[in-house]
């Protein structure tokens, strides 16, 4: 079976949100990239600003990042909900490559603000992965907006409640 690599750094980072999409993804572990920043530049459909990673070749920028394998049949929902961006292959500190989505260029705007429950949904996972405390507190502090539809809302916090109960992840040997 062809299974893929898949480096999340946005609202999949949780591996319980990406099970939503992908049920077979399992989390294979983390890694950090060096020379990369978060950005919520993306302009998502519902209008707000969606995660973006951008190069810098600066050492002191970095993005941590979770890395899932799952069988490519299963590819089809994630593509779905990753409308606006194209799909790149990167390669990790370690020297193997993972694909990943990074927004199109005609869905960039660097005025997007994102909603504040897809801002803490990535905030959770950074948790939940063990990312360092700053790492998580300069995307916590990142600005955001409520989102114009209650129900929308309403239901990404129920979300991201219970992605906030579950154990914080440990990894293997």
């Known amino acids: 079976m062809n299974r893929l690599r898949y480096l999340a750094y946005g609202s999949n980072l949780h591996p319980e949100r990406l099970r939503r999409r992908v049920p077979t993804a399992e989390l294979e572990g983390r890694v950090c990239l060096t020379g990369w920043r978060l950005t919520f530049h993306k302009r998502g459909y519902d209008g707000s600003g969606k995660g973006h990673l951008v190069a810098t070749e600066r050492s002191a920028d970095r993005v941590w990042c979770a890395v899932f394998t ?50 803490d949904l990535i905030a959770t996972g950074a948790r939940y992965l063990g990312a360092p405390g700053d790492y998580i507190a300069a995307i916590a502090d990142h600005p955001a907006i409520a989102d114009p539809d209650p ?9 991201i409640a219970d992605l906030a109960d579950l154990p914080a992840w440990k990894p293997g040997p």
Do not use: I, K, N, Q
């Open 151 to 159: 129900g929308r809302g309403a239901h990404h916090r129920r979300l």
């Open 70 to 119: 799952f069988p490519a049949r299963d590819r089809g929902p994630l593509d779905e909900a990753e409308r606006g961006y194209g799909v790149t292959t990167l390669t990790l500190p370690d020297g193997s490559r993972a694909f990943t989505y990074l927004a199109l260029p005609e869905r960039l705007d660097t005025r997007a603000v994102p909603y504040d429950w897809y801002r």
